[in-house]
């Protein structure tokens, strides 16, 4: 299935995206699309078997919104492509490397980006993003690691590599700024993605390609990723993991580097999981 929100901001709606392509209406289902809908036994099949008979909503003119609500935490892996690492000059790690990225740098998959004041070092990043679906810890099997998952959906990871390479400390003042983290349109239930190291990603900046690789590039499977988090902190329905990024993001690039700036419009996409599409205006 793929399940969306849609609606202004703060006031959105859960809905259904069914095999038609047709927008329907899940509020009078379901509250809302979150980790307690995730973790109900049950929930995902009472929607399938409801998805036909559910009310037409009209598209036209509605935003969308995350298709997740209430996130608890987005986890995030660093280096997880071996193409990105080779174009960055950075050895390939012997573990994956995690930061964090705050819930409220989510917005909608169209929504505008900001430009941080003082930034001269706005980059971007396609993601795969796993959304968590039941409790996770200490998990001891990719098995149990794709168990636990709900479903993926795509996420744009902008990043300010100024802060977060040149400004000492970790990596989150490059990565937490507002409006840092487009999520969506859709996610996408699990079994609607056999195999998440076979899909595309591709991201457009201006109209003129720039990232197209895909998940087989992975150094750590998302699988592995998932068992990995779990050793180290509690995933719970609603989490988010953001997988790294495949070759092509500005930092990358020769001299001089085109970072993004107030006007420039960029658009992403993963198979299956939909298409993003921001303009980026200045803080």
């Excluded at 809302?32 to 559910?54: M, P, S, Y």
Aim: hydrophobic letters at 40%; charged letters at 25%; proline letters at 7%.
């Amino acid at each position: 299935m793929k399940l969306l929100r849609v609606g202004t901001v703060g006031a959105e709606r859960p809905a259904l995206l069914d095999g038609n392509g047709v927008l329907r209406d899940l509020s009078g289902l379901v509250p809302d699309i979150d980790g307690a809908l995730l973790a109900e036994d049950g929930a995902l099949a009472r929607i399938r078997t409801a998805a036909g008979d559910l009310p037409r909503l009209d598209a036209a003119g509605l935003r969308t919104g995350p298709p997740l609500a209430r996130i608890g935490k987005i986890v995030c892996i660093g280096l997880n492509y071996h193409d990105h690492a080779r174009e960055t000059g950075a050895a390939t790690p012997e573990e994956p490397i995690l930061f964090m990225k705050a819930p409220d740098t989510v917005i909608g998959p169209d929504d505008t980006v900001l430009v941080p004041r003082g930034s001269v070092k706005t980059d971007w990043e396609v993601e795969l993003a796993v959304v968590i679906g039941r409790r996770a810890r200490y998990l001891e099997s990719d098995e149990q690691a794709l168990a636990a998952v709900a479903g993926y959906a795509v996420a744009h990871d902008v990043s300010e590599r100024a802060f977060q390479i040149e400004r000492g400390g970790q990596w989150d003042k490059g990565k937490n700024c507002e409006t840092f983290n487009p999520l969506g349109p859709w996610l996408v239930t699990a079994d609607e993605v056999p195999d998440p190291q076979a899909l595309g990603l591709r991201l457009w900046v201006n109209g003129e390609l720039k990232q197209d690789g895909t998940t087989a590039e992975q150094i750590f499977p998302v699988a592995e990723v998932v068992r990995y988090v779990s050793q180290f902190m509690t995933l719970h329905p609603g989490d988010v993991i953001n997988t790294g990024t495949p070759a092509g993001v500005a930092m990358g690039r020769p001299e001089p580097k085109p970072y993004l700036r107030a006007g420039d419009v960029v658009e992403l996409e993963i198979d299956g999981l939909g298409r993003q599409r921001q303009e980026l205006k200045d803080a």
